[in-house]
């Protein structure tokens, strides 16, 4: 069983910061994608960045790049997204998640564990 817990959400005017924090618990991987997603109301659950977690390859939709960084910690199986310079429309409820199989690693439906999510909002 592997458990994924987010935490870091919270609100802040544009132009601020976050930190987002994953603890992975459980069963490990010898190499696997590790990602965040996020779903804003109304819209589809949509990819914003992954890392591959043995090569530190990492990706990253467009519209956050510069801004973004995604990392891992590998001895404290914690996964982060540093937000900076946040717009409102990355307004979401945030989740990361686990591909132990390297199917994909911005397709949603190739994760199979997920966090319970965290929200982010961004005011105008």
């Known amino acids: 069983q592997v458990q994924l817990v987010e935490s870091g959400g919270g609100s802040v005017q544009a132009g601020g910061s976050l930190r987002l924090s994953c603890a992975a618990s459980g069963r490990s991987f010898s190499n696997y994608y590790m990602g965040w997603f996020r779903q804003a109301p109304g819209k589809e659950r949509e990819f914003v960045a992954a890392?591959?977690?043995?090569?530190?390859?990492?990706y990253y939709r467009e519209s956050v790049k510069g801004r973004f960084t995604i990392s891992g910690d590998n001895a404290k199986n914690t996964l982060y997204l540093q937000m900076n310079s946040l717009k409102p429309e990355d307004t979401a409820v945030y989740f990361c998640?686990?591909?132990?199989?390297?199917?994909?690693?911005?397709?949603?439906?190739?994760?199979?564990?997920w966090g319970r999510g965290t929200q982010v909002t961004v005011s105008s």
């Open positions: 890392i591959s977690w043995s090569g530190g390859d990492t």
């Open positions: 998640a686990a591909d132990p199989e390297l199917v994909s690693n911005s397709d949603f439906s190739a994760y199979d564990y």
